[in-house]
């Protein structure tokens, strides 16, 4: 059965950073595309990072230059360094295989205030 376990979340004043953490039980992991998505409070869920095989990572306009994903193959492993933070940030953030998504985890909410 594929999970999908979120972590390092919390809450942390504007211009904060976190490092979210997402382990992945799935034997496939090595050979698909994993991506970050976030639902914010009365807003549907949105796609914000993902990062294929190669490594190569493409982020959503609203959190370039602020977020880095990141993957470790070896742990089924994906990392979301998030910094710069703003209020609107504020969600629930989860990780999926990118379009071909399967069961959602618990995510991790992640608050921006001061």
């Known amino acids: 059965q594929v999970q999908f376990v979120e972590s390092g979340g919390g809450l942390v004043q504007p211009g904060g950073s976190l490092r979210l953490s997402c382990a992945a039980s799935?034997?496939?992991?090595?050979?698909?595309?994993m991506g970050w998505y976030r639902q914010g409070p009365g807003k549907t869920r949105e796609l914000v990072a993902r990062?294929?095989?190669?490594?190569?990572?493409i982020y959503e306009d609203s959190v370039k230059g602020r977020f880095t994903i990141s993957r470790d193959n070896t742990k089924n492993m994906v990392y979301l360094q998030m910094n710069s933070l703003k209020p609107e940030d504020t969600a629930v953030y989860y990780c999926?295989?990118?379009?071909?998504?399967?069961?959602w985890g618990q995510g991790t909410q992640v608050t921006v205030s001061s």
């Open positions: 999926n295989r990118y379009l071909f998504n399967y069961n």
């Open positions: 799935l034997n496939i992991f090595n050979s698909i595309t």
């Open positions: 990062i294929l095989t190669s490594d190569l990572a």
